[in-house]
């Protein structure tokens, strides 16, 4: 229930008060949210070009669909990682930055990018079939979130001492995105009949993204952020859909 609350707009009640714990667990089961998602905005898509919506259109219009039935919170760590990782001076510069909230360059122009790159992308799914496009988006919205697990993982500290990544950091198994990830490559074989290994490699290809920004931020800030989250899981969805967008 706390992965629903906290992942989506559900007006979801969670009771308890053992936040660690239950932000860990909600970091497990984030990638069933993100299937969740990739349902519902891929049956919108395929009503859209049913309808005759321009296919950049609808591309556009699903993008801004998956950032309001995420309260905007992924996008908004892309945004922030992307000034935090742009600017000079060591990593207590850097997470100052990420902190102030304020939308600067680097930010503006990852967002249009990225997004921009998303929209296209889901764009280019038009002449699929409809039960193919619907399962091409639940795939890369849902190895997105799988990346959150690596962010995580045991091992890798906090940059900072308050936070959401200061409550998630390290909770989890070094083998649980590895393991997300198999099972998803192994889903992946259905998703595009013609060409099995696109699938697999949309799902590789998001991974290596992952453990790459992963890598890259503990190098310079020190640790992981939340924002470091929603920057994994925005660039990891954007590949996956780009590989499947291929053809």
């Known amino acids: 229930m706390l992965a629903l609350s ?10 308890g008060d053992d936040v660690a714990s239950r932000a860990a667990g909600a970091l497990r089961w984030a990638p069933v949210v993100g ?6 905005a891929g049956g919108l898509l395929v009503g859209s ?3 005759g919506v321009p296919t950049a259109v609808a591309g556009l219009l699903l993008v801004g669909f998956l950032a309001l039935a995420t309260r905007g919170m992924h996008v908004d760590g892309l945004a922030d990682t992307a000034d935090g990782l742009g600017c000079y ?4 510069r850097a997470l100052a930055v990420m902190r102030d909230g304020g939308a600067g360059p680097f ?7 990225v997004l921009g790159t998303q929209a296209a992308a889901l764009a280019a799914l038009a002449d699929r079939p409809p039960g193919l496009t619907v399962a091409a988006v639940v795939l890369a919205t849902t190895t997105g979130r799988a990346g959150f697990a690596w ?33 998803l490559a192994v889903a992946g074989l259905a998703v595009v009949p ?16 992952v453990v790459a920004l992963s890598a890259h931020t503990r190098r310079r800030l020190g640790g992981m952020t939340g924002d470091v989250l929603g920057a994994a899981n925005e660039v990891a969805v954007t590949a996956a859909l780009v590989v499947l967008s291929v053809g």
């Open 6 to 15: 906290w992942l989506t707009v559900l007006p979801v009640r969670v009771t």
């Open 35 to 40: 299937a969740l998602l990739g349902a519902a």
């Open 49 to 51: 070009f049913t309808l």
């Open 89 to 92: 001076g060591p990593p207590e």
């Open 107 to 113: 930010a503006v122009v990852t967002l249009l990018v």
């Open 151 to 183: 962010c995580a993982r045991r091992g890798l500290p906090a940059a900072r001492s308050t936070g959401l990544g200061a409550t998630v950091a390290g909770s989890q198994p070094p083998w649980m995105a590895p393991a997300w990830w198999a099972a």
């Open 194 to 209: 013609e060409r099995p290994w696109q699938g697999v490699a949309a799902v590789v290809v998001a991974a290596a993204v």
